[in-house]
Structure formats: C-alpha cells, structure tokens
C-alpha cells in the first residue's frame, strides 16, 4: 500500500514538473545585428544587345546626324566630309521642314577609309569630296525591306545623274548589297532609323567614275582674233606721191609747152603772109 501511494505521489510531482516547464514562455529568437551583417555589391548591368539607336523620347525635334554618327564612335573621317561639304546642315535642315522625304545615309567606317589607296582622299578636291560625300546620300527615307522592291539604279544627292553616279541597292530579305560599277560591298548594320533619317554602317567606301574623274567644265570661248588682211600693192588704193608729183607737175607744165606751138603757128603763118606779098 505504502508502495503505491509513494508511486502516485511520484507520478504527480513529474505531472506538475512538466506541466511549469511548458508554461513557461519561449526566449525570441535574436534577430542578426546590422553592424555585423556584410553588405552585397551590387553586380554591374549586363550589357544592351547590339542594334539601331532608337530616338531618344526626351529629345525635341528632328534627329541630328553628326550627333547619331558620333554615338557609334566609328564614323569620324565621315562626320569630317559632311562638316566640309555643309552636307550636315543641308541634312538637318531640311528634316526640320514638316513635308519632306526623309533621307537615307550609307556611312562608311573608319577602318573603310583607311583601306583606300593611301592618299586618295587627300587627293581629291573640293569638288571631288562634295561628289564623294553626296554619292552616299539618298534623298528620301528607305527602310531595309523597301530595298527589295526600290528602283534601280537610285538616285543619289550627287546631282542625281546615274551614268556617271550609278547606285544599284539590292535587298533578298536578310542581307543588301550594293554596287556601283566599281565597288562591290554590303549594309553590315542599322545604325539608325526613325522614320525620316536612316543610316547604315557600310564597310567599304563607294565609288565612282564621276567622282575620279569629275566632268570637266567646258572651256571658255577664245576671243575672236581679226583676219589679217590681204597684202595689196601700195599703188593699188592710195595713191603714190609720186604720181601725185606728176600731175602737179604735169598742170605746172602746160602751159609752157604750149608757147612753142604757137610760136610755130606764128611762123606759118607770117610766112604765108610773106609768099603773099611776092606774088
């Protein structure tokens, strides 16, 4: 009996012991201290994928093609012929107007200059580098798919004669070629596009007949040089001084040749008057 009251009474005080310890509250768990935490760096942004420089939405008015050019780094001897020429301001010009037909640009890198024969562009004249810029430069706006359907051969700012500037642009859908007689290239890439200015990186610099040998001006008229005139004898116009002296000479003259004759005539007759007599 004494067993079994000392086994309850055991098993009431492991009851109560286990019952306190449960009742009693959790510590919280220590949040980590921020002078201990280690701050993450920051990874660098991932680069853009290559592509066309879309028109930035901030920007007011009409693209500017020296700035378009000088963002892809890989057109200075370009930008230097379009500053020379004044081709840059004709271009931003006439995209302020709001009726125009836009322009199309093939631009030639720097490394396409540099494979020129050395000292062709140094070579050339004013006129030659203004015939050389505007060969690039088409008057109106084309997308790459309207190279497939547009008009061979296309006319150029290069006073728009195709027999000595032939353009001949040829689009298949995933690539465009060009050629112009004597040069053979492609369009290696979209520089720009917004709807009125398109430029395209070309790697080689187009050429042509009428820009190494530019059309010489007519030259000027040579003035008329008089006929020389006939050689007449002296004695055929004008006449000699000495025919003059003798007809002065000759009316000098009469009238002393003429006093022999009639003394003579007196003679006769003052001797008929004498035979009269005697008879």
């Not at 378009?68 to 840059?88: C, E, H, N, P, Y």
């Not at 200059?113 to 140094?122: A, E, Y």
């Not at 290069?158 to 859908?173: C, Q, S, Y």
Request: net charge positive.
């Amino acid at each position: 009996m004494k067993r079994l009251f000392s086994l309850t009474l055991l098993l009431k005080i492991l009851f109560l012991l286990c019952t306190t310890t449960s009742g009693q509250p959790s510590a919280p768990a220590q949040a980590p201290s921020a002078s201990t935490s280690t701050p993450t760096q920051s990874s660098p942004p991932a680069p853009s994928p290559s592509g066309p420089l879309a028109p930035s939405a901030s920007s007011a008015g009409p693209a500017d093609v020296i700035t378009i050019l000088k963002k892809a780094r890989k057109f200075s001897t370009f930008i230097g012929l379009l500053k020379s020429t004044q081709m840059d301001a004709e271009i931003n010009s006439e995209l302020k107007k709001k009726s125009n037909a836009g322009f199309t640009i093939f631009a030639p890198t720097d490394s396409a200059f540099s494979d020129l024969k050395t000292g062709t562009l140094n070579s050339f004249t004013d006129e030659q580098k203004a015939a050389l810029t505007k060969f690039h430069i088409i008057n109106s706006f084309l997308t790459v798919s309207q190279f497939q359907t547009v008009s061979n051969p296309v006319h150029t700012s290069a006073n728009g004669n195709t027999k000595d500037f032939p353009l001949n642009v040829i689009g298949n859908g995933t690539q465009v070629n060009i050629t112009t007689g004597m040069v053979n290239t492609t369009v290696d890439s979209t520089v720009y596009s917004d709807g009125q200015l398109a430029v395209y990186e070309i790697p080689q610099v187009l050429l042509s007949q009428g820009i190494l040998s530019p059309q010489a001006q007519p030259p000027a008229p040579a003035p008329l040089t008089p006929k020389p005139k006939r050689a007449t004898p002296l004695n055929s116009h004008a006449p000699s001084t000495s025919t003059t002296t003798s007809v002065d000479s000759s009316k000098a003259t009469a009238l002393p040749q003429s006093a022999p004759i009639m003394e003579s005539i007196g003679v006769v007759v003052l001797a008929a008057l004498t035979l009269c007599g005697f008879d």
